[in-house]
């Protein structure tokens, strides 16, 4: 429960944390079966699903900020980026007919149909 001052980068799904004085990243935090919680004003959480006791808090300058970095990470995850891509590829293909994905290849995966569960 020590408060210490990172600097943080969101990269596709991973939050890289970095100390104030250093450019290489000290660690970073994989955004997939986790849970992005504003706390308080200022403050918001991630804690993961397979392991609730680890748990980390963000403080930022102000709760516009800490309300803009809580829409962006709950956005990062691959399962969100799945779904976003199903519902958009069904939009275009009821405007147009067509399935978008045909033309790579890619349009009978099961990773990309609607309902599909990974293993």
């Not at 210490?4 to 990243?25: G, I, Q, S």
């Not at 147009?96 to 290849?105: A, F, N, R, S, V």
Request: charged content about 35%.
């Amino acid at each position: 429960a020590v408060l210490k001052k990172r600097l943080v980068k969101l990269v596709v799904n991973f939050l890289f944390y970095f100390r104030t004085d250093e450019a290489e990243p000290i660690g970073a935090l994989l955004l997939e079966h986790c849970r992005i919680t504003k706390e308080e004003e200022n403050v918001f959480s991630i804690s993961f699903f397979e392991e609730p006791e680890r748990k980390y808090c963000f403080e930022c300058a102000t709760e516009e900020q800490c309300q803009e970095w809580v829409e962006a990470l709950k956005r990062a995850s691959y399962e969100f980026l799945r779904r976003s891509l199903i519902f958009y590829r069904n939009e275009i293909q009821k405007m147009t007919g067509k399935d978008p994905l045909e033309q790579y290849g890619i349009s009978e995966e099961a990773r990309f149909q609607l309902g599909a569960h990974r293993p």
